[in-house]
């Protein structure tokens, strides 16, 4: 597997974990600013998983658009889809 297939999978997997911690985000009670500080948790969530991919391919590996294409777009669509479903009772 290549470097961004990797990357694409790490990204992935941090997408389900926070998708599935997003519903308790957003079911925490905060009235009208729980859409967005769900948002806001699902960001610092790809940043977490960029920065855990940078150290382990290499920080000069993949510049900053592949990071777009292969890191924060498959996390953040895993990781609406996983908050959706968590949200409806199907997982």
């Known amino acids: 597997m290549d470097l ?3 990357c694409c999978l790490i990204h992935a997997i941090g ?3 926070f998708g599935y911690l997003a519903n308790y985000v957003y079911t925490a009670g905060l009235g009208i ?3 967005i500080a769900t948002l806001i948790f699902l960001f ?3 940043v977490i998983f960029g920065h855990i991919s940078a150290k382990t391919f290499g920080e000069e590996s993949l510049t900053q658009k ?3 294409g292969c890191g ?3 996390f953040f669509l895993v990781a609406i889809v996983v908050w959706v479903l968590k949200f409806n009772g199907l997982i």
Request: no cysteine; hydrophobic share 50%; aromatic share 12%.
């Open 33 to 35: 600013f729980s859409g």
């Open 4 to 6: 961004e297939g990797k």
């Open 44 to 46: 610092i969530g790809a």
């Open 15 to 17: 997408g389900i974990i």
């Open 72 to 74: 924060v777009l498959p």
């Open 66 to 68: 592949q990071w777009l």
